[in-house]
């Protein structure tokens, strides 16, 4: 039996909603995920030491401010200063269309926006983390 993937969950920068994540993390439990969530407003260092110190195969963040962009080119340095390279890379929330090719040109390797089902989530973490 392989072990469970493992996925740390947070919310980077100011934006104080998490109703969303927490449905994310109940979804990807249910589906036999350990995850971490590390709570409201937390720096994209505490986000990349978190995912250091939990051994994290999937790194999602939950952005709703509209700072996505900005956000995860902060949380893309610290894990490359951390050497963080080899974690899955997600992120949802309102993400516009029109910003997708900035992620991914950062390291993001899936976007779910919000009304994404949790199904198409878990099969695309699934398919890409090989445990």
Same mark, same amino acid.
């Given at each position: 039996? *392989?072990? &469970?993937?493992?996925?740390?969950?947070? %919310?980077?920068?100011?934006?104080?909603?998490?109703?969303?994540?927490? @449905?994310?993390? +109940?979804? @990807?439990?249910? $589906? /036999?995920?350990?995850?971490?969530?590390?709570?409201? +407003?937390? *720096?994209?260092?505490?986000?990349?030491?978190?995912?250091?110190? =939990?051994?994290?195969?999937?790194?999602?963040?939950?952005?709703? *401010?509209?700072?996505? #962009?900005? @956000?995860? +080119?902060?949380? $893309? =340095? =610290?894990? %490359?200063?951390?050497?963080?390279?080899?974690?899955?890379? #997600?992120?949802?929330?309102?993400? &516009?269309?029109?910003?997708?090719?900035?992620?991914?040109?950062? /390291?993001?390797?899936?976007?779910? &926006?919000?009304?994404?089902?949790?199904?198409?989530?878990? $099969?695309?973490? +699934? =398919? %890409?983390? %090989?445990?």
């Amino acid at each position: 039996m *392989s072990k &469970p993937i493992r996925v740390l969950i947070a %919310k980077p920068g100011l934006d104080g909603h998490d109703v969303g994540a927490k @449905l994310v993390c +109940r979804a @990807l439990m249910d $589906a /036999g995920m350990e995850v971490v969530y590390t709570g409201l +407003r937390q *720096s994209p260092q505490a986000i990349a030491q978190t995912a250091m110190q =939990e051994g994290a195969d999937v790194v999602g963040l939950s952005i709703l *401010s509209g700072a996505h #962009v900005h @956000l995860c +080119r902060e949380v $893309a =340095e =610290e894990l %490359k200063n951390k050497k963080i390279d080899d974690v899955l890379w #997600v992120v949802g929330g309102n993400i &516009p269309r029109q910003d997708h090719r900035a992620l991914c040109d950062l /390291g993001v390797s899936g976007i779910f &926006p919000t009304g994404t089902p949790f199904g198409s989530l878990i $099969a695309f973490i +699934r =398919e %890409k983390v %090989k445990m």
